[in-house]
Nanobody
């Protein structure tokens, strides 16, 4: 099983980035997907998640209206479109996969760094 996150980088406040996570080694459509982040000196937090079909999404209040999670089950990928970025969005972003009817994310990607300058 592999989750390969990409798309991070350095961006100015107000800018945009699109993160991608390519999954392999398991049946992608059987798993809900989530994006998490961990900022400097902070605990890891849930940013967004999406159901197996993509029909249901959840966002943390801090990103609601700015970030959009989506998935393509044909391509085994999940994306996080991040707009109006703020310095407080600076973190390592991780994608993760949660099997159906489980409360625990089973597979995790390696993380991609997002840095937002003021």
């Amino acid at each position: 099983v592999q989750l390969q996150a990409s798309g991070g980088g350095l961006v100015q406040a107000g800018g945009s980035l699109r993160l991608s996570c390519a999954a392999s080694g398991y049946t992608f459509s059987d798993y809900a997907m989530g994006w998490f982040r961990q900022g400097p000196g902070k605990e890891r937090e849930s940013v967004a998640r999406i159901s197996r079909s993509g029909g249901n999404t959840y966002y943390a209040d801090s990103v609601k209206g700015r970030f959009t999670i989506s998935r393509d089950n044909a391509k085994n990928t999940v994306h996080l479109q991040m707009n109006s970025l703020k310095p407080e969005d600076t973190a390592v972003y991780y994608c993760a996969a949660r099997p159906y009817q489980s409360a625990r994310y089973e597979y995790w990607g390696q993380g991609t760094q997002v840095t937002v300058s003021s």
